[in-house]
């Protein structure tokens, strides 16, 4: 089985900080790991994904996860934060056995970038 | 179309009656998937198609969730004598490949918001 936390229900920063989303997950194989962003009244939209290879992955607006085995965790990281990128971020995990269609979502995380 | 379509975007239910939720994924996409998110919470699987055939129902709450996609596109979830508790937002993604080895994105629609009274 597999499972994901999001310790945070709120993350506020202010424009031009770095800021973290903090993610851990739970798998009984290996996971594939993703990011998640959902603005008001739309669908989620993807950001980025872990599936092998290079810890620190890279994705869309700027944003980053490094991928930590050993501490089982995924967070999301920006450089330099934009009032922009205020909105509602999910991890998810799929661990990565044939045949596996569940995907799980964390319960999310409120990024609020304040000018 | 250029992205997961889904209708109605808010439905408002009695207790006990049917309803019906559509999902028109983008074209092309063999896989499919309907969440469930309730207020405050993640999306939670409740089923995958892989083209026409449903190969995965585990996460459908009971008996009175229904969903078909009958030639492989357009997918209907039926929700059958609704309670309050089936009270969230529906949402459809898809893929464009089989989900069963797949580490592939999603692409989501922007949800059907469902109020049972």
């Known amino acids: 089985a597999q499972s994901v936390a999001q310790p945070e229900d709120q993350v506020n920063v202010a424009e031009g900080n770095p800021l973290t989303v903090k993610c851990t997950y739970s798998?009984?194989?290996?996971?594939?790991l993703f990011w998640y962003v959902q603005y008001p009244n739309r669908g989620l939209q993807f950001l980025l994904k872990?599936?092998?290879?290079?810890?620190l992955v890279k994705g869309s607006y700027g944003f980053e996860a490094e991928f930590n085995k050993s501490q089982t965790s995924f967070h999301l990281k920006k450089p330099s934060a934009l009032v922009s990128d205020s909105a509602l971020y999910f991890c998810?995990?799929?661990?990565?056995?044939?045949?596996?269609?569940?995907?799980?979502f964390g319960a999310g995380t409120r990024l609020t970038v304040k000018p | 179309g250029a992205g997961v379509s889904q209708s109605p975007r808010y439905k408002v239910a009695k207790r006990g009656q049917d309803v019906a939720l559509r999902c028109d994924p983008i074209?092309?996409?063999?896989?499919l998937f309907w969440y469930q998110q309730a207020l405050g919470q993640g999306p939670e699987f409740l089923t995958y198609?892989?083209?026409?055939?449903?190969?995965?129902k585990s996460g459908l709450p009971s008996d009175r969730f229904f969903a078909e996609r009958p030639e492989g596109s357009v997918s209907t979830l039926k929700i059958q004598r609704t309670q309050q508790e089936d009270s969230a937002v529906y949402l459809c993604?898809?893929?464009?490949?089989?989900?069963?080895?797949?580490?592939?994105?999603?692409?989501f629609g922007s949800g059907t918001q469902l109020s049972v009274l």
């Open positions: 798998v009984s194989g290996n996971p594939y």
């Open positions: 993604a898809s893929s464009l490949g089989e989900g069963g080895w797949s580490n592939e994105k999603l692409f």
């Open positions: 074209s092309g996409h063999v896989s």
């Open positions: 872990y599936i092998t290879g290079d810890n």
């Open positions: 198609f892989q083209n026409e055939a449903q190969l995965d």
């Open positions: 998810a995990v799929r661990d990565n056995l044939y045949n596996n269609n569940d995907m799980r």
